[in-house]
């Protein structure tokens, strides 16, 4: 009896398919490769100010390159509440840089990533990217830091804005 309630179970999900927002998902990455992107952008965010003021930065990505991703690099700049660039209270220094290494595969996704107390200010409350480098196991390069190659990279459900 419980094997054929397994089994049942199994023929049900693999029926259903991928949910309305995986069609989504991966139809933008389809898109997206189509235009030549290299990366989507799927995360950018800060935590929570820990106890001694110490902020994460956030941050995840999908290669939707034919090549392996060997280090991505996020750059950031931290603001506050009402939109004002902000700087960390130990570095004294606004922007921070993230480098992930991978290896990520073609359609692999980074997952939620992040950088432990990049930042130490209560005040921070976003992050905007300033820079993106991929870095693929060739060791060829490719550099993102104008704002609208940025704005590019992000998934329609991402914000790279610190407006209050």
């Not at 956030?58 to 950031?76: C, D, M, P, R």
């Not at 905007?128 to 060829?140: A, E, G, H, L, P």
Request: aromatic share 8%; net charge positive.
């Amino acid at each position: 009896m419980l094997k054929k309630t397994l089994l049942l179970c199994l023929l049900f999900v693999a029926a259903c398919g991928p949910s309305p927002s995986q069609v989504a998902f991966m139809q933008y990455n389809e898109a997206a490769r189509s235009a030549g992107l290299p990366i989507v952008i799927d995360k950018i965010g800060v935590s929570r100010p820990n106890s001694a003021g110490g902020v994460d930065f956030q941050y995840g990505a999908t290669n939707l390159s034919e090549k392996t991703i060997k280090y991505l690099t996020f750059t950031g700049t931290p603001y506050n509440a009402v939109g004002d660039r902000v700087r960390g209270e130990i570095r004294r220094s606004s922007s921070f840089s993230c480098k992930d290494t991978g290896p990520y595969a073609s359609n692999l996704s980074t997952g939620d990533r992040r950088c432990e107390n990049a930042w130490y200010n209560h005040t921070i409350q976003c992050v905007k990217v300033t820079r993106v480098k991929i870095t693929y196991m060739d060791n060829t390069t490719r550099n993102f830091t104008s704002p609208s190659s940025i704005q590019q990279l992000l998934r329609p459900s991402v914000s790279n804005s610190c407006r209050g």
